[in-house]
């Protein structure tokens, strides 16, 4: 009996041992998973841009994400994978299906100044600084549309409004608000879900990963 309890211990102490380093191993998998799709919706990017005299996709509604859906058919991916690339692995909420069988499940969202919702989007020869601004990234999700991020980052304001009516210099080098991070309703923020850092994809196709509080303006103001 005396030599069954030790065994019991042994393996209760080797349990809670392992237990949170295999949490810890999945979640740095799920990070590296959704860099390579960020990487991988950058990369469609350019392809699209090189088709159409440098313009970026159109951004489509609030409720059609009409951008993901024209990038995935320029993904590098086999078609079956192609709805799986603009899903973030390590989402909070479990995303749902659309009935719309032309839609594609996204949790990431899009710069809402390069690519305005309901707007024509804008040509990457109007950025002077590609390898510096933000093309999509992790998005907040809303609970209450099947788990699905709002698609265009909006806030902080700095996503929409640019050099215009600020008055004055801009210091490129401010951090932006990190603001509400949370999986709640219509949050337009980016979400910090890896262990407290974004994954982001950029114009010049590249993707990185940045710790909260670490973006500054100059990777979100376009004009200068």
Request: net charge neutral; proline share 6%.
């Amino acid at each position: 009996l005396i030599e069954l309890l030790t065994v019991i211990a042994i393996i209760g102490i080797l349990a809670a041992i392992i237990i949170p380093t295999v949490g810890s191993v999945r979640q740095s998998a799920q990070a590296s998973a959704c860099l390579s799709n960020l990487r991988q919706v950058g990369l469609a990017a350019i392809l699209y841009t090189n088709d159409n005299k440098g313009r970026l996709p159109d951004a489509g509604t609030g409720t059609d994400p009409q951008w993901a859906r024209t990038l995935s058919a320029y993904l590098a991916v086999p078609t079956t994978q192609r709805a799986s690339i603009f899903v973030c692995p390590g989402t909070a909420i479990p995303v749902e299906e659309s009935p719309n069988p032309n839609d594609v499940v996204i949790t990431y969202g899009m710069h809402g100044g390069l690519m305005p919702l309901g707007q024509p989007a804008l040509s990457i020869d109007r950025i002077k600084r590609t390898s510096d601004i933000i093309l999509a990234a992790d998005m907040c999700q809303d609970p209450n549309n099947r788990g699905w991020s709002p698609f265009s980052i909006e806030q902080p304001s700095e996503f929409v409004s640019q050099s215009g009516g600020r008055g004055g210099s801009i210091n490129l080098d401010e951090f932006i608000s990190t603001g509400t991070d949370n999986d709640t309703g219509n949050n337009r923020w980016m979400r910090y879900r890896h262990k407290g850092s974004v994954n982001v994809t950029k114009l010049d196709g590249s993707a990185t990963t940045f710790r909260k509080g670490e973006i500054r303006k100059r990777h979100v103001i376009f004009v200068e």
